[in-house]
């Protein structure tokens, strides 16, 4: 609902002697630009999807000119209506697109000055292509961001889905992807569902520094015609308008910031992806995909393999990549406005595709995922995640936590030697080892009962992810409100 997403057209060099005329800036040049300057010069191959948003912006500064008295009321109604009509034409896939109209901005204004001759051309009165394309990537970057925190959202469900299904599941919880301590598999889907947490909110909080308006700034130095920022920034639903036209014109900080959540998203998706990949081999055994989002192989016909998530993790470079690319170009560039910002654009559109694509696959990925539970539990015992139980019981009866440490490792090296475990010790052995250790002991040791027995805030035992069940069932719920 949020973004409406391209109608991008390869680009129609055909058809340049039609339009070569239309050049805004023709004035003071005599001579044609050459056709291979217009080709490396050109963004309409890639800044077409900006229409919907450019049209808009047009719409805004056009109202806005009528309103302070430079244009006629009915001449905004003609530019308006106009505009809309182009528009309509580009989604429809009418509209030709030519290099020596150079971009979206230019392609729009030349065909409204074609059909409504001087009135068209006084559109761009008090702006500049500079603040009109910053205007534009900001409404453009705003609706991204809207619909990015939707998919992120759909994304949390489907973990608190499983999160909800999967309560009376005990998981190996690792580190260095060694057995470390048990947790419930609620928690472990609930883990995920915190990273898309923050990367929400980070979102929400670029959303601040996107949703100032720089329309009105001009070329970079504002203008001597008497506009009125605040209504453009009004009537495009912008909370501020920028203070500084210098600063504004150059300004890209939303753009990389807003890839770099994307990053961090593909990032969170990217372990996500590793770690499933991980689970789904045959010597983990973890977990079962759905059909649909596995890949067999063209030789092997035994093969089930993983490519969706390994492409989620292939494709975290690029957007990774795209923030790179974009802090690069800004690095060394002087105030204002410099036509390498146009790049900024392929960057941003290619990381945004990127998580949208990933995005849209996930949640049906983890709903369609199956926690393997019997193979799961014919390992459950293994590997010593009871060992930090045992050390909590000492220290818990007086033991200093060192020692205990100690007490515990010995231990677990003579299990290891004998393949045993802690459990299966006697009371007089583990007595051998501590005085302190009653029959009691066995109540804390395997692995179900050393997870029974976690009891911290935000922990993986029972009372803890019971809490935060809640806590996510009530959040969700109010976001369908
Ligand atoms: N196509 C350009 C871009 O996307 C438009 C801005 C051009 N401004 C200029 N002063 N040449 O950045």
């Known amino acids: 609902a949020a973004v409406r997403i391209p109608f991008q057209r390869s680009v129609q060099s055909r058809e340049r002697t039609t339009i070569v005329a239309a050049k805004a800036w023709g004035g003071r040049f005599e001579g044609q630009t050459d056709e291979r300057v217009e080709k490396f010069t050109e963004s309409i191959s890639f800044d077409a999807r900006l229409a919907d948003v450019d049209v808009a912006g047009s719409q805004a500064h056009a109202r806005m000119l009528a309103k302070v008295g430079m244009i006629s009321e009915s001449e905004r109604d003609q530019i308006v209506a106009e505009l809309d009509n ?190 499933w990949i991980i689970w789904f081999s045959t010597e983990f055994g973890f977990l079962k995909l759905p059909d649909a989002f596995t890949t067999g192989s063209s030789i092997m016909p035994q093969k089930k393999n993983p490519d969706v998530l390994e492409l989620i993790r292939g494709k975290t470079a690029r957007v990774m990549a795209d923030v790179t690319q974009l802090l690069i170009l800004i690095k060394g ?30 949640p049906a990925m983890v709903l369609g995922a199956e926690l393997q539970v019997d193979r799961i539990n014919s390992k459950i015992d293994d590997g010593f995640l009871d060992a930090t139980a045992l050390m909590e019981y000492l220290i818990k009866r007086g033991v200093p936590m060192r020692t205990g440490h100690e007490t515990v490792g010995k231990l677990v090296g003579e299990c290891d030697g004998r393949g045993i475990r802690l459990g299966d010790l006697t009371l007089a052995e583990l007595k051998s080892v501590c005085d302190l250790i009653d029959d009691d002991v066995y109540s804390v040791l395997g692995t179900v009962n050393a997870n029974a027995v976690l009891q911290s805030y935000g922990s993986g035992g029972r009372a803890a992810v019971e809490e935060q069940i809640a806590y996510w069932t009530a959040r969700l719920d109010a976001s369908e409100q």
């Not at 603040?131 to 489907?158: F, G, M, N, P, W």
């Not at 970079?220 to 501020?240: C, N, V, W």
């Not at 036209?245 to 150059?250: A, K, M, R, Y």
């Open 333 to 362: 560039l002087p105030m204002a406005y410099n036509r390498d910002l146009q790049e900024d654009k392929l960057a941003m559109f290619d990381a945004y595709d990127t998580v949208v694509a990933c995005l849209e696959l996930v």
């Open 86 to 275: 182009i528009r309509g034409e580009i989604e429809r896939g009418e509209m030709p697109f030519n290099t020596s109209l150079e971009d979206i901005h230019m392609h729009i204004e030349s065909r409204l000055t074609e059909r409504l001759g001087d009135t068209g051309r006084k559109l761009h009165t008090g702006r500049s292509r500079n603040d009109q394309v910053s205007t534009d990537l900001k409404l453009y970057t705003r609706a991204a961001i809207e619909h990015v925190d939707e998919l992120l959202l759909e994304t949390q469900k489907a973990f608190v889905e499983k999160a909800v299904a999967d309560q009376k599941i005990v998981l190996p919880a690792f580190t260095h992807l060694q057995r470390a301590m048990p947790v419930l598999a609620s928690h472990y889907w609930l883990a995920y569902c915190e990273k898309f947490e923050r990367d929400r909110q980070r979102l929400a909080d670029c959303r601040k520094r996107v949703n100032v308006s720089p329309l009105g700034s001009a070329a970079l130095a504002g203008t001597s015609i008497p506009i009125d920022r605040q209504e453009t920034a009004r009537l495009l639903g912008f909370d501020e308008v920028a203070r500084n036209s210098l600063d504004v014109s150059s300004d890209r900080d939303f753009l990389c910031e807003f890839v770099f959540d994307l990053s961090l998203i593909s990032a969170h998706l990217s372990t996500w992806a590793e770690e």
